[in-house]
């Protein structure tokens, strides 16, 4: 049984003509409907984060200009990144979510959770909302897990596309959330950091683990190079909690990542995730939505991943 967090309030942050729309969404429902998958999830139910909560991971700073952007009908907090008059409120509740599903998790309501939610997270940094990114989603879950839970060993794994640089930030420091990326890297793609020399620092030095993927890989060796930086990871933290920023924007059919994956390379991606899960985590596992751009391709990469997670026996 997987838990499955979403909530029509994520279609409300209407980002105009972007390529972070609030149709991903609604493709993303429509195929799982079809497939009839949502019937096989138990349905989560989360409270939004509080102001407060949020400031366990962001300045003070940026989320009084998130609220105030939005409550003046909205605008732009970075070049990229597009708020309406609703998305505080929205981002609110999408970080919510991740952290209830934690809770879920961690209180043995079910081994894995699948939260859909936007605007997605892994980009905004501790002081600035970047990348589509207003509030940083996976990082509020990894440090409620850490305050709340008192685990001291949560392992993020970030297949997104791109450098999940604003969870590197908040975690580089720190040894009890190892980071590990595989990334597009180079000729200036964005954000541009998640070199494999960033590898924390201070205590958290070791705790970072970065595999940027030139353009033009082949689907093997991205493989090769995941599952080799996954045991890597997991040898070195033996997660007690495993969080996922599932980005589906390295699809080959994606207008963004390009990087050449077909629908089925997230099966293989999903099992690697969930063995570690198995393996160190009692199989627990906490499944955040990031990027994914081409409609289709996205929400067949997320059905493929619902599936392989709707696999594991409780
Ligand atoms: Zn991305």
Redo the contacts with the bound molecule.
Sequence with gaps: MTLLFTDPLFLKHNTGKHVETADRLRSITARLEKAELIKQCQAGTYKPLSEDAIGQVHSARQIASAKQVAAHGGGRLDPDTVVCADSFEVALAAAGACVAAVDAILTGKAPNALCLVRP?G??ATPTHSM?FCLFNNIALAAMHAKKAHKLTRVLIVDW???HGNGTQDIFYEDPEVFFFSI?RHGMGF?PGTGAADETGQGKGAGYTLNAPIRFGTTRKDYHAAFTRALEKAADTIKPELVLLSA?F?AHRRDP??SLGLETEDFATLSRAVLDVAKTHAKGRLVSCL????NLDALAEAVQTHLEELLAVRS
């Design positions: 997605p892994h980009h990348g997104d596309v791109h990334h964005y980005g924007d963004i990542g990031e990027g994914g751009y």
